[in-house]
């Protein structure tokens, strides 16, 4: 089971893109990697998951490199309630680490 | 429906004591995780399960910790004799097996405050 590194906190301005980066160098060939973010103290909500290539839903657009060793969560327009800690991983059966506080500033 | 749910919010308890938590999963969902999160630090896997079948279990999960999931649909997490290292907030999710590597939904958690 592939660990992820992240960023430890972000900044972003309202309106703006927030690209997230996530570093899955271990991830293997049938390994998918899925985005959560959480509120404090709510529980994970989940944002988008792929395997290779680039999604997009009505929340957010993945982008996963050609070799697949990290990828890129982005907020095309982000609001200040998208403030959150952003959480890439690549099983449910690991810790998610500490994942990336991202802020966004008026 | 209306997804993973968990029971209670909120749970107090004298160090020492048992407490129970429960978890129903979205209907149809047969698998179904537990992790625990403190303060600052993101979910810990605990345990999942696959129907009534507990697969996998943590080296976090210990004596003390057992979970069950007797009809494959609920489940309760049991901590015995809880210490004030168990406070923490006790996460809940599941996910359907039968459409690969899909995404996992979480309960909104019970916090566990020993005293």
């Known amino acids: 089971d592939a660990k992820t590194t992240q960023p430890t906190s972000m900044d972003c301005a309202e309106g703006r893109a927030a690209n997230l980066p996530c570093n899955h160098s271990?991830?293997?060939?049938?390994?998918?990697v899925y985005w959560y973010r959480q509120i404090h103290s709510q529980g994970p909500q989940y944002i988008i998951h792929?395997?290779?290539n680039n999604e997009t839903n009505e929340m957010a657009s993945l982008i996963i490199t050609e070799d697949r060793k990290s990828s890129t969560l982005i907020l095309p327009h982000a609001t200040l309630r998208d403030t959150a800690v952003y959480y890439c991983?690549?099983?449910?059966?690991?810790?998610f680490g500490k994942g990336t506080l991202l802020t966004v500033n008026p | 429906d209306t997804g993973v749910s968990q029971d209670p919010r909120h749970k107090i308890t004298k160090r020492g004591q048992n407490v129970t938590f429960r978890c129903d999963p979205i209907?149809?969902?047969?698998?179904l995780y537990w992790y625990r999160q403190t303060l600052g630090q993101g979910p810990e896997f605990l345990t999942y399960f696959q129907n009534e079948a507990q697969l996998e279990k943590s080296r976090l999960l210990s004596d003390r910790f057992s979970a069950e999931r007797p009809k494959g649909s609920f489940s309760t997490l049991e901590i015995q004799r809880t210490e004030q290292g168990d406070s923490a907030m006790y996460l809940c999710a599941s996910s359907y097996l039968a459409v690969p590597n899909t995404e996992a939904f979480f309960g909104q958690g019970t916090r566990l405050t020993v005293v």
């Open positions: 991983i690549a099983s449910f059966k690991l810790t």
């Open positions: 209907s149809e969902h047969n698998r």
């Open positions: 271990t991830i293997s060939g049938n390994e998918y």
């Open positions: 792929g395997l290779k």
